[in-house]
Nanobody, 118 residues
Framework: VQLVESGGGLVQAGGSLRLSCAAS????????MGWYRQAPGKQRELVAA???????NYADSVKGRCTISRDNAKNTVYLQMNSLKLEDAAVYYCNAEIVTNRYRGLYWGEGTQVTVSS
């Protein structure tokens, strides 16, 4: 199983980015999927995610500015980020709880860098 993120880059404060994360491999089901981020010197934190029940969780810092969505047919989750702030700069990681024929576990992507300039 692999999680591959894309869509990061350099954006001015106030701008927008759309991140994508596609899961591939011998996937039976995806129980939960979402986005975390880690800025230099800080702990990795939840940004937004779909829970096992299908509901969404958002960090307070991104509520109203970010929207998580998914395409189940493509095993892909998206993060639309608007009104980006300097403090949104971080490496964004995709995370998913995935069931295969033999295993259920948590998987991480390698991350995509988001840089916000003033």
């Amino acid at each position: 199983v692999q999680l591959v993120e894309s869509g990061g880059g350099l954006v001015q404060a106030g701008g927008s980015l759309r991140l994508s994360c596609a899961a591939s491999g011998s996937i039976v089901s995806i129980n939960a999927m979402g986005w975390y981020r880690q800025a230099p010197g800080k702990q990795r934190e939840l940004v937004a995610a779909f829970t096992r029940s299908g509901s969404t969780n958002y960090a307070d810092s991104v509520k109203g500015r970010c929207t998580i969505s998914r395409d189940n047919a493509k095993n892909t989750v998206y993060l639309q980020m608007n009104s980006l702030k300097l403090e949104d700069a971080a490496v964004y990681y995709c995370n998913a709880e995935i069931v295969t024929n033999r295993y259920r576990g948590l998987y991480w992507g390698e991350g995509t860098q988001v840089t916000v300039s003033s």
